[in-house]
Every structure is written in structure tokens, then in C-alpha cells.
């Protein structure tokens, strides 16, 4: 078996006007939740082997937030943002050599990209919270694709 952790950005500050969405920090509540995401993360020995994150300062700084995870192989992966549930399958399955890949990114594309792999349909199971974490499994010699998977694990602050 190898695992998809597919992690939700924290609560990110409102946009400030003329900010990018994409330039939104954490709010301090964001912290917390990501630190708490990353304790159950290392509590659940989800510790994963290669991390793709999107660009946006929300993501990385979640990621940072979460802590320690004993992984070298982070990757800042600009087709995160504002990625669909065909864009994120397609980019996991490019990395299905790797047991345990985790991507931080955001909503819709994420929350649907769960039921997707579940039960093969984006609109069941939705609502995937901001620090939310699922952790999905595949047959080791699976593609990434609708159905594929088995959700083993959900948890959110």
C-alpha cells in the first residue's frame, strides 16, 4: 500500500485591499490549527516521504507550520493553485513512486479530489476544512484515478 495525505491550508488572513489572493498569510488562528495538524501527523506516524506544495503564502506557510516531518523532498508545485480534481489526480499519479506523497493546497480542488478517489465522484464527502487532513490509500501498484482509493483517515482541527 502507499499513501495520498492530501492537507487544506489553514485559515488565512482576509485579503488586504489590492493584496493577490495568492499573497494571503496565516491568521494566528491558521498557526495553531497547522501546528496541531502537523502534531496529529507525527502522533499517526503519517510522515511523508515527498511533499508538493502550492506556491500560495497560505500553503508554505502552513507547511512551515507543521513542523518537523523528517522529509528532505519538498517541492513548491505551481499547478496546486487553483488546480481542479483532474489536475491534482493527474499530478499525484506522476508522483506514485514516492510511498507516502502529501500535497498541501486548497478548496474546492482538494476536498473534491478526496471523494473522487473515494468513491469516484467529486461531489460526495464534501467539505474538507481549512487544515483538514485525509489520508488516502492505494495498492501499491494502483494508478491514481477515480475509485482507486480507500479514505483511511480524516481528521481537522
Known amino acids: 500500500m502507499r ?4 492537507l487544506r491550508h489553514a485559515h488565512a488572513e482576509p485579503p488586504a485591499p489590492g493584496q493577490a ?7 494566528a488562528v491558521g498557526l495553531a490549527e497547522a501546528t ?6 507525527r502522533e499517526h506516524g503519517l510522515l511523508p516521504g515527498r511533499v508538493l506544495c502550492s506556491p ?3 500553503a508554505s506557510q502552513t507547511l512551515a507550520a507543521l513542523g518537523a ?9 505551481p499547478s496546486i493553485y487553483e488546480a481542479d480534481p483532474g489536475t491534482l489526480a493527474a499530478l499525484a499519479d506522476a508522483h506514485r513512486d514516492a ?17 473522487l478517489l473515494h ?19 492505494f495498492p501499491a501498484d494502483a494508478a491514481v ?7 483511511s483517515q480524516f481528521w481537522w482541527p
Open 119 to 137: 468513491s469516484g465522484q467529486t461531489g460526495d464527502y464534501r467539505g474538507m476544512p481549512p487544515s483538514g487532513v485525509a489520508v488516502l490509500e
Open 21 to 27: 489572493d495568492a499573497q494571503r498569510p496565516l491568521s
Open 56 to 58: 500560495a503564502v497560505r
Open 69 to 77: 516531518l523528517g522529509c528532505d523532498d519538498v517541492r513548491e508545485e
Open 99 to 115: 510511498e507516502r506523497l502529501m500535497i498541501v493546497g486548497h478548496n474546492p480542488g482538494l476536498e473534491q479530489l478526496a471523494a
Open 36 to 41: 496541531a495538524a502537523g502534531q496529529w501527523l
Open 145 to 151: 484515478e477515480p475509485g482507486a482509493a480507500r479514505l
Open 3 to 6: 499513501d495520498l495525505i492530501l
